[in-house]
């Protein structure tokens, strides 16, 4: 490498990093209001660290890093929301943008320890893996998860509708999204949904909310190692692989064959991942995350999925794409 390609090659590295500083901006920026301030017009850097409480000379820099990534538009001195994002923000909380999820503080928090984790192969406890998270922060995580899986638990009931389902059970069930999507359009069929205990509270509240008291029923349970009952025609498995990773979820299949009914299906949704696991980027990083955050969690091609049901005795495998939940596909196994 001559020494001008070695400086534009450690210039790629420094953007690597970089990209770190550009998070900081755009999460600060919304945490402190910035896109909510947005929502009645287009403002100056002053007019917005005083509607916002925040010092107008610091701003300046965080608003022009937000502008130049193409979060916020700039127009003069003024700043504006970019035409159509008045849809995220509108309602003034900003959970459209999937900016709610997280305060920044926390989550930097955790980012720092990527390291550690590495060395120490710990994971981060967080309410998504259902570890150690108190009630609340369980209730927080799968009101948010289920905020975002409405789509596509309607897409999902659809198609594995396309046979009759009379005896479903849905393991980590989180709110029971899913499950209550696929109840409302077979109102003869009953649902076990099945998670962790201290997601009891709030499922149970969503089953009352969706109006199928008495067909669904939630079991506190670990779906991996307990008993969660049997003579089920149809299992569903939504975003779960990514969570428990490829062992628990072979020795989950293994013990679905006993659950089911002879001819019964297996469902598996997840996300859409290249087979090389490098692409596509939101795959990418997702996987991180599961790296930190799960025990032995990551995204899973589909291909590697349906070898996972051939394996375990599930034949005439499907694997659909789905539209509606976006980047994720839906692989189903028929008991053979
Ligand atoms: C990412 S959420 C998915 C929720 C829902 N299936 C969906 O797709 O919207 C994963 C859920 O699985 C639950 N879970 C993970 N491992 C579990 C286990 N071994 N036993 C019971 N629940 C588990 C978590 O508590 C969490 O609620």
């Not at 596509?280 to 899973?300: H, K, Q, Y």
Request: charged share 25%; proline share 3%; glycine share 12%.
């Amino acid at each position: 490498m001559t020494e001008a390609e070695i400086v534009a090659r450690r210039g790629a590295f420094d953007g690597g990093v970089g990209a770190a500083l550009d998070a900081m901006a755009l999460l600060s920026v919304h945490e402190v209001g910035v896109f909510t301030a947005l929502v009645e017009g287009p403002a100056t850097a002053a007019e917005l660290g005083q509607r916002c409480a925040v010092s107008p000379w610091r701003l300046g820099a965080f608003l022009d890093r937000t502008a130049a990534l193409g979060f916020l538009a700039k127009e003069g001195e003024r700043y504006a929301l970019v035409a159509g994002d008045q849809a995220l923000f509108a309602g003034g909380v900003g959970q459209r943008a999937g900016l709610t999820f997280t305060d920044s503080a926390t989550f930097f928090a955790r980012l720092a320890r990527g390291t550690e984790v590495l060395r120490t192969d710990v994971a981060i406890p967080v309410a998504g893996t259902g570890g150690d998270a108190t009630a609340e922060e369980r209730a927080r995580f799968l009101r948010h998860v289920h905020e975002r899986s409405l789509a596509g638990a309607a897409e999902v009931a659809k198609l594995l509708l396309a046979r009759p389902v009379t005896r479903l059970v849905d393991l980590g069930s989180g709110l029971g999204t899913y499950a209550t999507a696929l109840l409302r359009e077979a109102p003869a069929a009953t649902a076990v949904l099945v998670d962790r205990p201290n997601a009891a509270p709030v499922v149970e509240a969503h089953i009352h909310e969706a109006g199928v008291e008495g067909r669904a029923r939630f079991l506190a349970a670990d779906f991996v190692e307990e008993d969660f009952g049997e003579g089920f025609d149809l299992a569903l498995l939504s975003n779960i692989a990514h969570n428990i990773g490829a062992d628990a979820m072979l020795k989950t299949l293994r013990r679905l064959r006993h659950a089911l009914r002879p001819g019964g299906r297996v469902a598996i949704k997840d996300l859409v991942v290249d087979a090389d696991r490098l692409g596509p980027s939101s795959a990418g990083r997702f996987a991180l995350s599961m790296a930190l955050f799960t025990e032995r969690g990551g995204v899973f091609p589909a291909g590697e999925v349906a070898d996972w049901l051939e394996a375990t005795g599930f034949g005439d495998v499907e694997t659909h794409q789905l539209r509606d939940a976006a980047g994720s596909y839906l692989v189903v196994g028929h008991l053979r």
